[in-house]
Nanobody
Framework: QVQLVESGGGLVQAGGSLRLSCAAS????????IGWYRQAPGKQRELVAV???????NYADSVKGRFTISRDNVKNTVYLQMNSLKPEDTAVYYC?????????????WGQGTQVTVSS
C-alpha cells in the first residue's frame, strides 16, 4: 500500500556531504512519520533520524548537529542531509514509513541505499 524508494547514496571522502532522498508512493496520505535507519555489516540496524507529520524531528546522538531530516509533503519525499561525514557513517541507509490505516498500524521499508565514507 506504500512503496518507498531511496536514492542519493554513494562514495564520499570524510568531511564531505550527501543528501539522501526517500520517495513515497501509494497511500501516502496515511503516512504518519518517516524515519531513516542504517545498518552496517555485523551491526544492529539503528535509527538515524525521524520526522513526524507535524514536522517534529528526532536524531540519534551520533548524528546530531551533522544530519538534518526534512519532509516535502507536496512531492511525497523525505530528505536526509548528511554533512561532516565520518567513516563510521558507512552503512546501508533505509527509509521507513509509519502508516495508520483504520485502527491498524503498519511499517514499510525501502530497498536501501549504500553510503560509504572513506578516511
Amino acid at each position: 500500500q506504500v512503496q518507498l524508494v531511496e536514492s542519493g547514496g554513494g562514495l564520499v571522502q570524510a568531511g564531505g556531504s550527501l543528501r539522501l532522498s526517500c520517495a513515497a508512493s501509494g497511500r501516502t496520505l496515511s503516512i504518519n512519520a518517516i524515519g531513516w535507519y542504517r545498518q552496517a555489516p555485523g551491526k544492529q540496524r539503528e535509527l538515524v533520524a525521524v520526522i513526524g507529520s507535524g514536522g517534529s524531528t528526532n536524531y540519534a546522538d551520533s548524528v546530531k548537529g551533522r544530519f538534518t531530516i526534512s519532509r516535502d509533503n507536496v512531492k511525497n519525499t523525505v530528505y536526509l542531509q548528511m554533512n561532516s561525514l565520518k567513516p563510521e557513517d558507512t552503512a546501508v541507509y533505509y527509509c521507513n514509513a509509519e502508516v495508520v490505516i483504520a485502527t491498524e498500524g503498519y511499517e514499510y521499508w525501502g530497498q536501501g541505499t549504500q553510503v560509504t565514507v572513506s578516511s
